[in-house]
């Protein structure tokens, strides 16, 4: 590889791990206190950096996925999939991080592939970056990691219905292993179905976990094709999935994760 378009590639990263780290603290303090004017001021602030950023990352070009999932990340849609009125500061806030974490994922895949080295932290293959420490059960965190790194190469390669599947079942897996260290009596108790989890339908074991506030409404923008892809195979018909699918399906997990890990 080029030096020079390794050292772009390693500062792109780094700065993205910046933003990103920036991001958790603006979403912290709104949390904390929402309506605090220099909490609103330093929350636009990183958005607009954010906002350089992509732009810089998309080449300009507003049809590139960065940018469109960065434009996306302001719209709240109704049921039918229309935008309506815009989402919650930390909604927006929260949705950015997916997208940033999704342009660094991307970076450090095409950094690891030609060599490109001296960061901790950056992802890859041979040094797992440890999403996911969070989860109960040690013998799914490497399934659900290759799993991941599977769902990122699938994106990159255009093939987006394995890219949606492989993010399904992660956010399944990943959800299960909390209801599961919860208990089936508490959940039960919380008003769940009483049979077994391991009976339950994914979008069952998606409704509880929100009900039981393990995790928050984010799979409200879980596409259709992605709440019906346990049967896919079972139905006999390729579904159409498009790009769109694909990545938002990526970012509603991104957003799962962040609940069930509270600290990243």
Known sequence: MDESLRGQIGTYVSHLDGLIRRGRQVRE??????????????????????GVTINQLSGGSKAHWLARSFSEAFLMRSAD?????????????TRLLGVLEQAE??????GDSQGVSGRSSVSS???PPHRFDFVHNPELRPIVEQAYIDSRRALEQADYEM?????????????????EHKGLSAL???????????????????????????????????????????DHDDSGLKPTVSERDARQTGQVLHVVMRDLDPGR
Request: net charge negative; aromatic share 4%.
């Open 125 to 127: 293959e041979a040094s």
């Open 163 to 179: 890219a949606l599947r492989t993010s399904c079942g992660i956010l399944e897996a990943i959800v299960t292993d909390a209801l």
């Open 29 to 50: 303090a709104l949390t904390n206190e929402p309506s605090n004017s220099s909490v609103i001021a330093a929350t636009r602030a990183w958005q607009e950096d954010c």
């Open 188 to 230: 039960i108790a919380s008003g769940a179905p009483t049979d077994m989890i391991a009976d339950w339908s994914f979008d069952t074991r998606l409704a509880v976990a929100e009900k039981a506030g393990l995790i928050r409404g984010g799979c409200a923008r879980l596409p259709a094709v992605a709440r019906t892809y346990r």
């Open 81 to 93: 999939g229309h935008a309506v009125a815009g989402a919650a500061p930390t909604e927006i806030v």
């Open 105 to 110: 994922a991307t970076l450090s895949g095409i």
